[in-house]
């Protein structure tokens, strides 16, 4: 996967070159490519904002420099698409993040200020995503989240891929709980199930804990889900494990 990244502060992806990521560039699964708009300007100042017509605070990205970057990086990467990342886009689910990582080529485009020229969202954006309902600093961080969503589902990248199958989302349900040694912490013990050697019980278990730990913190995915008879079975059996729990 290539991904190329517009940003004023492309020193900021230095993140993307520790742990997964890295191993990731390393392998020859993913390549990232920068490109700053400020390469693109004309003045000697390297202006790339300016004051929003109607008036109001802050500043606005302005259309060439940024159109310039834009065609630069499609003319590296000519088959990606351009994804700016705005409060005003999609929000960011699991479905997103593996339709992208289907991708052989994107451009990020990471905007900054009170945004960028609307303009060139109508004749050069092909997607807006957002990673939530709040307001960054700029599209940065959010570029880095898209990045290491996506690098997790490419092949070979994890050490073991069946582990980007067990994640929290993956079938609309957040990740059962994990433990390892020691057996004991503070009292606390490890659940006798895991130290069975039954792989059938674990199992169960396991799709239990998922069920029950979202219904009670995700009710809305669960909302969303057909579950089979066998889920519904094991989440009544969490349900009730529940109402049966000692009053403190």
């Keep these: 996967m290539k991904i190329g990244i517009i ?4 020193e900021m992806f230095a993140a993307l070159n520790f742990g997964i990521l890295r191993i990731a560039q390393e ?3 993913l390549n990232i490519s920068c490109w700053n708009p400020r390469d693109y300007t004309s003045d000697v100042h390297k202006t790339v904002d300016d004051t929003p017509y109607g008036g109001g ?3 606005v990205m302005m259309f060439e420099p940024l159109h310039k970057a834009i065609q630069a990086a499609k003319a590296s990467l000519p088959g990606a698409k351009v994804i700016y990342l705005s409060p005003q886009g999609k929000s960011l689910n699991h479905s997103t993040v593996k339709r992208l990582s289907e991708c052989s080529e994107m451009i990020l485009l990471c905007g900054r200020y009170e945004g960028i020229d609307e303009r060139l969202i109508e004749s050069e954006v ?3 995503v957002s990673i939530g309902d709040y307001v960054l600093s ?3 961080i959010p570029a880095m989240v898209i990045v290491d969503a996506c690098a997790r589902q490419l092949p070979n990248v994890l050490g073991d891929d069946a582990s980007a199958a067990q994640d929290s989302f993956v079938n609309s349900l957040l990740d059962y709980p994990h433990y390892t040694r020691p057996e004991t912490v503070n009292g606390k013990t ?3 199930v895991l130290l069975s050697g039954h792989h059938k019980k674990i199992k169960h278990w396991r799709e239990k804990e998922a069920l029950g730990r979202t219904w009670l913190r995700r009710p809305d995915l669960l909302n969303k889900k057909m ?3 066998e889920e519904k079975r094991l ?4 349900q009730q494990k529940i109402v049966d729990l000692p009053k403190t």
Excluded at 7 to 10: D, G, K, R
Excluded at 235 to 238: D, F, I, R, V
């Design 138 to 140: 700029g599209g940065e």
């Design 57 to 59: 605070p802050g500043m």
């Design 227 to 229: 579950l089979s008879t």
């Design 126 to 128: 092909d997607e807006e």
């Design 27 to 29: 392998k020859g699964a």
């Design 235 to 238: 989440l009544n059996e969490y």
């Design 7 to 10: 940003s004023l502060f492309p």
């Design 190 to 192: 490890v659940p006798e």
